[in-house]
């Protein structure tokens, strides 16, 4: 049997074939669920909607996270859709502004980007648990999102995402303990660094990856394949005992020591 044979899944935030959602749509596609997939404006509906024919996923809903009515009318599209219940979330979703991802963190802070990072990278992930509680309950669904090691450690440029993606983590654990009862978990996916659309925002972002691939054990990037099959077990049945963790695939990145500052 498949990991995730009959399992009905909701995957949110494909932008292109190189981002991590893909790769995760991919795995779950591949273990045998089926899949709904959200788009973020008419600029990307294009794309996404021929990814939902390339996974079988069908009609694409429309998802604006910055909106409680645009979450609350793909709430109940995707109910009509699988009345039955919801058996897995995931949440790719993160912004921040350009001059908050460069130079110091101090320098490209301001009150409006820094309240938009939050509003968008974090404060989406609660609200889409909150918006499918009923449907994931109905399944003992399990939920995902995705985050990075500068959620805890100093990570040169990433600065208020680094901030965005703690308090993203802190959202991981209160949920899981708000849902665990209801048979619901909750967790996150800390992944290396991987060339991603969203990735190419961050400053210096080729540098990083290439000082993540030195000091890695492994010596490698992983891909989103890689995260893609990870995220295809968290989503499972097999993962049943696994909840409010921060599960990461870096290839051991996080356990080294050496951080070396990325030069100017």
Same mark, same amino acid.
């Given at each position: 049997?498949?990991?995730?044979? +009959? ?103 301001s009150r409006e980007g820094f309240l938009s990072a939050m509003n968008i990278s974090v404060y989406s992930f609660p609200a889409l648990v909150k ?32 901030? #965005?993606?703690? #308090? ?23 992944s290396g660094p991987i060339k991603t659309l969203a990735a190419s925002g961050i400053k210096d972002f080729s540098a990083l990856a290439n ?17 893609? +099959? ?35």
């Open positions: 049997m498949s990991l995730l044979e +009959n399992k009905r899944i909701l995957i949110t935030g494909i932008s292109s074939n190189r981002s991590i959602a893909y790769g995760i749509a991919k795995a779950c596609l591949r273990e045998g669920a089926s899949l709904t997939l959200t788009y973020n404006n008419e600029r990307f509906k294009e794309r996404v909607q021929g990814f939902a024919n390339e996974f079988n996923a069908g009609e694409i809903v429309k998802l604006d996270v910055s909106s409680d009515d645009s979450i609350a009318q793909c709430q109940e599209k995707v109910a009509l859709k699988w009345p039955e219940g919801l058996d897995g979330l995931v949440h790719s979703i993160a912004w921040a502004p350009r001059e908050g991802l460069e130079g110091k963190f101090i320098d490209g802070i918006a499918f509680a009923s449907l994931l309950i109905k399944s003992k669904g399990s939920v995902i999102t995705m985050t990075y090691l500068g959620s805890e450690r100093i990570v040169p440029n990433y600065n208020t995402m680094g901030v #965005a993606k703690a #308090a993203l983590e802190a959202c991981v654990r209160y949920l899981a303990a708000d849902l665990g009862p209801e048979g619901v978990r909750v967790n996150s996916v800390s000082l993540s691939k030195t000091l890695t054990p492994l010596r490698s990037l992983m891909t989103t394949e890689e995260v893609g +099959n990870l995220s295809a077990y968290l989503l499972s049945d097999y993962s049943a005992g696994i909840t409010a963790e921060n599960i990461y695939i870096d290839g051991g990145f996080n356990k080294m020591a050496a951080i070396a500052s990325i030069e100017e």
